[in-house]
């Protein structure tokens, strides 16, 4: 009898595993030298407003098969946009260039739900139900946001036409003659960044259910605190802490402080 426990009881034996032993390395900092370098010009994302937008939606979720309580429910925010559109601007003295003063900033995108909720079955699983609530809207924005604060700097494309008189006449125009130019500026497209979603939530089936009744629709009321950032690519002298802003030699000469519109509008 004692043989064959001893032979049933094997013993349990580690199993082999391959290793390989490291060689230490020398580790020493690498010297530098200090170039002199005055103000250098850098090219970064600058933040041109950070709002918390307020949106609030309402819908119907069905849900298949019925429920008899909700057990919990997960959310999350997509962005499918965030486009600054300007409406005000004014020159920047000495430059062909233009400061953004006020801008619609155009929000959409849409809530992604996860519902779980038990049936009415007996010891039943829980079941999960996902739904995109969407949602679109615009606010209002101004720059700068705070005294001495960044705004979005855009230069506007300019076109030229110049028309000629008659060789002989000097009466009429020549219509098979003129001259053109057209200057394009490339913008650095402002963009928008996903920073927090806050959400305050209701939710209740429209025919209030009896004890362990079901329903089988659910209607949400949320309001939603989402805020993001709004950048633009500029470029900055450091240790100034100014934006360097081109000057190109377009249509209209850069005006100067004292005969320059304070303000203008896009028509």
């Not at 039943?124 to 720059?143: H, K, M």
Request: proline share 9%; hydrophobic share 40%; net charge negative.
């Amino acid at each position: 009898m004692s043989d064959q426990l001893d032979n049933q009881i094997q013993p349990c034996l580690p199993c082999p595993v391959t290793s390989t032993e490291q060689t230490p390395l020398s580790s020493a900092n690498t010297p530098v030298v200090t170039t002199p370098l005055s103000t250098p010009i850098i090219k970064i994302p600058v933040v041109l407003s950070e709002p918390t937008l307020q949106i609030v939606v309402e819908s119907d979720i069905t849900l298949s098969p019925a429920a008899t309580e909700i057990k919990r429910v997960k959310k999350n925010v997509f962005l499918n946009q965030v486009k600054l559109v300007p409406v005000r601007f004014t020159r920047i003295a000495g430059t062909d260039f233009f400061r953004v003063t006020r801008a619609k900033l155009f929000v959409a995108g849409h809530i992604r739900k996860n519902i779980e909720y038990a049936s009415s079955a007996c010891n039943g699983a829980l079941q999960d139900r996902i739904a995109d609530v969407p949602f679109s809207g615009f606010a209002d924005l101004t720059f700068p946001q705070e005294p001495g604060g960044p705004t979005p700097i855009l230069g506007i494309s300019e076109f030229a036409e110049v028309n000629f008189l008659n060789d002989h006449t000097q009466l009429d125009a020549r219509l098979d003659k003129a001259f053109f130019q057209n200057l394009v500026k490339y913008n650095e497209q402002p963009f928008g960044e996903l920073v927090a979603a806050n959400f305050f939530e209701l939710d209740f089936s429209p025919t209030m259910a009896r004890p362990e009744g079901t329903f089988s629709k659910l209607r949400e009321k949320i309001v939603l605190e989402l805020t993001v950032k709004v950048l633009q690519v500029q470029q900055i002298r450091l240790g100034a802490g100014s934006v360097v802003t081109p000057v190109l030699s377009g249509l209209t000469p850069p005006v100067s402080p004292a005969t320059e519109s304070p303000t203008n509008h896009w028509q």
